[in-house]
C-alpha cells in the first residue's frame, strides 16, 4: 500500500501536466485566431485606403451618376417618360450576363459596402 502512494503522485503530476499543455494549446489558438482577424482587418482598411486613392483621379463615379439621373430626370417631361419605360423594357431583354456586368461595374464605381447598405435595407 505505501508503495502505491509514489505512483499516485505521479498519476497526479501527468493529470496537471496534460491540463497545462491542453491550456496552452486553447491559448496559442485563440492567439493565432486573433491575430488572424487583426491582419484580416489591416488588409481590409489597406484595401480600402488603395481604392480611395485609385478613385480620387476616376471620373467613372461622376459617369454612373449622371446615366442613373437620366431616367429619373426623364421622367418630369411626358416624351421622356415614354422613352425611360421603352429603355428599361429593352434593358429586360438584355442577356442576364449583360445586366449582371452592368451591376458590377455600377457596384464596382459606387463601392462594395454601397452595395451591402443597398441590399440590406430590400
Known sequence: ???????IGD??????????????????K????????????????E?????AQASANSWKDEYWTLVLSIP????????GVDAATAGFAALDTMPEYYRYFLGVAITASFGIKGYKSWKAGK
Open 1 to 7: 500500500m505505501i508503495g502505491a502512494i509514489p505512483i
Open 72 to 79: 429619373a430626370i426623364m421622367c418630369f417631361f411626358p416624351q
Open 11 to 28: 498519476l497526479i503530476g501527468l493529470g496537471k501536466t496534460w491540463i497545462q499543455g491542453k491550456q496552452k494549446r486553447s491559448q496559442a
Open 47 to 51: 484595401w480600402e485606403k488603395l481604392q
Open 30 to 45: 485563440a492567439d493565432a485566431e486573433a491575430a488572424v482577424m487583426v491582419s484580416s482587418a489591416t488588409s481590409r482598411q
